[in-house]
């Protein structure tokens, strides 16, 4: 029996709604498997453990995640309790950065059975691959002066070290897929870090000439994610532009609720954490409202990164039968509860 140990933080809002849920669905589909076992293990880090501890997580939290396999987080953040950048910083940037997470695959896709507020999506079929280290989400700079005279800096961080390797990633995704990668970049307008970011796009895509390239400025880039979305297969952005093209992403897929994410540490000296695009969404916390299939589709990447690709297909082709018979919650117009979405997914798995 192989069994995998999965640290499993639900954080905060619907977190705690939809984390539940994708781990029946994944011990479901390991049970139909027959070998393979998933273990979880629950950590209560959130805002509430916040006001009641004055830390996000414990100071010997990322000790005691270290010998976990992986781990599977919902969301942080509820910013009427605790400021979003003192939660996120306080576990999720943490985790990311201290486990050497450095980088961030986003795919997106039109399923089957979803409906695009784009009149014509065709092949809407992509993965953004996120630098997620360093870049813009930096702590470096500082505020000066007071009143009218105020000044706040704040300091983009890009190392060869990191961009490089953000970079190679990219190139040998884009090898096990359609062979083209787009650079994002923004060299018209930001002086020093985006050509020191096309110039080693350059130089790394010298290794690489099988691969189709292209460099699209990130405002460019967002308009054909609209209008010829069949124009991308791989893409890699830096810590911000990634963010931002992933949640347009998940537009055109529908509703943010879907899109996953993972987190990978590339060295093999600390667990990966697989976590959905989507936050927390207070506005519909509680109410049994929120779409699970955004971390079920997280699921079915941490089921590939163990090698379990066979399993992560069945999963993600049961989802689509469910998209295909309109068994959604509010967010795609259907009428169905986060819990009744996921029992309708174990029952059809079996
Ligand atoms: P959000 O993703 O939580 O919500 C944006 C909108 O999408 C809301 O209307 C929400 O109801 C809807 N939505 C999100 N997930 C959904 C789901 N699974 N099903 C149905 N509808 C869904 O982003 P927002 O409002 O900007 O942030 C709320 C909190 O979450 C903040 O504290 C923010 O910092 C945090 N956050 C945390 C992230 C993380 O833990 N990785 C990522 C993004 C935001
Ligand atoms: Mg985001």
């Not at 139909?32 to 629950?42: D, K, P, V």
């Not at 002086?191 to 990130?218: A, G, K, L, N």
Request: proline share 5%; hydrophobic share 40%; charged share 20%.
């Amino acid at each position: 029996m192989k069994t995998i140990k999965v640290a499993s933080i639900p954080g905060d809002g619907i977190g705690q709604e939809v984390v539940p849920a994708a781990e029946e669905v994944v011990k479901a589909i390991a049970a139909l498997h027959g070998g393979l076992s998933f273990e979880f293990t629950r950590f209560p880090w959130s805002c509430e453990y916040y006001t009641e501890t004055g830390k996000m997580m414990p100071d010997d939290g990322l000790k005691q995640l270290t010998d976990f396999d992986s781990i599977f987080l919902g969301a942080v953040g509820d910013p009427r309790v605790v400021p979003d950048h003192i939660s996120l910083w306080g576990l999720l940037l943490t985790i990311r950065r201290e486990f050497e997470q450095v980088i961030n695959v986003r795919p997106a896709k039109l399923l089957n059975g979803l409906r695009s507020p784009l009149v014509n999506p065709n092949d809407f079929d992509l993965i953004v691959v996120r630098e997620n280290s360093e870049g813009e989400y930096s702590s470096v700079g500082g505020e000066i002066y007071q009143g009218g005279d105020q000044i706040a800096i704040q300091n983009a961080i890009f190392s060869r070290k990191g961009t490089e390797r953000a970079m190679r990633y990219a190139f040998e995704l884009a090898k096990k897929r359609n062979k083209k990668l787009t650079s994002a970049t923004k060299s018209n307008g930001i002086f020093h870090t985006m050509p020191f970011w096309d110039r080693i796009f350059t130089d790394v895509s010298r290794d690489y000439p099988d691969i189709e390239t292209d460099s699209q400025h990130i405002d460019a880039l967002a308009a054909f994610f609209v209008t010829a979305p069949h124009r991308f297969d791989v893409i890699v952005a830096s810590n911000l532009f990634g963010d931002i093209l992933t949640d347009l992403g998940a537009a055109i897929m529908g509703s943010v609720g879907i899109a996953p994410s993972a987190n990978i540490n590339v060295n093999g000296k600390y667990p990966s954490m697989f976590e959905p695009v989507h936050g927390s969404a207070p506005d519909i916390a509680g109410k049994g409202m929120a779409n699970p299939i955004g971390q079920i589709w997280t699921a079915k990447m941490m089921l590939d990164h163990f090698g379990e690709e066979e399993l992560g297909s069945a999963l993600l082709a049961t989802i689509e039968s469910l998209l295909a018979d309109q068994i959604t919650t509010p967010d795609l117009g259907g009428t169905f509860s986060t819990n009744e979405v996921t029992n309708e997914l174990i029952a059809r798995l079996k």
